[in-house]
């Protein structure tokens, strides 16, 4: 019983390098997520996906790119990445939107 | 624009202590909200999910409540345990439905 898997679970990169974040989820979920988590600011949504076929900028979309490859799958694109970007990244799922949310296990990305 | 607010931001209770975390939102019209569960490196768990038609929802020692009209919902822990040493979390859809907006959560320790 998977539930939302996200790959890598760690990647250091250098600015300007780039990168994406893979999830997938096995519970036929309409709706998927990316939040990055930071010290004193929580958790803010990156981009999201209501269905397949459809993306959304959320809270703080600038430097990332979202591509939702189909019912399962919902990859965080960093085109250029920059130290701002350092955080964990989660990715998480719901049947419809903001009903009951699964995360993903998260993504420490390091930026030097 | 929808805000939430957890006070404490950190909580140290001996173990067997009954225990009260506190959520606030801003804007009332919400039709669910949410609490979760964090250990240190990992992702959030869900615990507890109440609709706007209920008041309250129980799972074990948890019980949440919800007062929409106030603004503020509870979760409520009762005989405390080491085990139960995580942040806490509640959320709230935004306004337009599509996601959920995190609190900072309360950071409980509770000691043997």
């Known amino acids: 019983n998977a539930g939302v898997t996200q790959t890598p679970k760690f990647q250091v990169l250098k600015t300007g390098q780039s990168m994406t974040l893979q999830c997938a989820q096995d519970?036929?979920?309409?709706?998927m997520y990316w939040y990055r988590q930071d010290p004193g600011m929580g958790l803010r949504l990156i981009y999201y996906?209501?269905?397949?076929?459809?993306?959304d900028k959320g809270e703080v979309p600038n430097g990332y790119n979202v591509s939702r490859l189909n019912k399962r799958e919902f990859s965080l694109r960093l085109e250029s990445a920059a130290p701002s970007q350092t955080s964990v990244y989660f990715c998480?799922?719901?049947?419809?939107?903001?009903?009951?949310?699964?995360f993903g296990s998260g993504t420490q990305l390091s930026v030097l | 624009k929808q805000e939430v607010t957890q006070i404490p931001a950190a909580l140290s209770v001996p173990e067997g202590e009954n225990l009260v975390l506190n959520c606030s939102f801003t804007?009332?019209?919400?039709?669910?909200l949410q609490w979760f569960r964090q250990d240190p490196g990992k992702g959030l768990t869900s615990l507890l999910l109440?609709?706007?038609?209920?008041r309250e929802q129980t799972s074990g020692r948890l019980n949440a409540s919800l007062d929409k009209s106030s603004g503020r919902s509870t979760l409520y822990i009762a005989a405390s345990q080491p085990g139960d040493s995580a942040t806490y979390l509640c959320?709230?859809?935004?306004?337009?439905?599509?996601?959920?907006?995190f609190g900072k959560g309360t950071t409980l320790s509770v000691s043997s």
């Open positions: 998480a799922s719901s049947a419809e939107q903001a009903e009951k949310l699964f």
């Open positions: 519970m036929n979920h309409n709706s």
């Open positions: 996906s209501a269905s397949e076929g459809t993306t």
């Open positions: 804007d009332s019209a919400i039709y669910n």
């Open positions: 109440i609709q706007s038609s209920q």
């Open positions: 959320a709230v859809p935004n306004q337009a439905g599509t996601a959920l907006i």
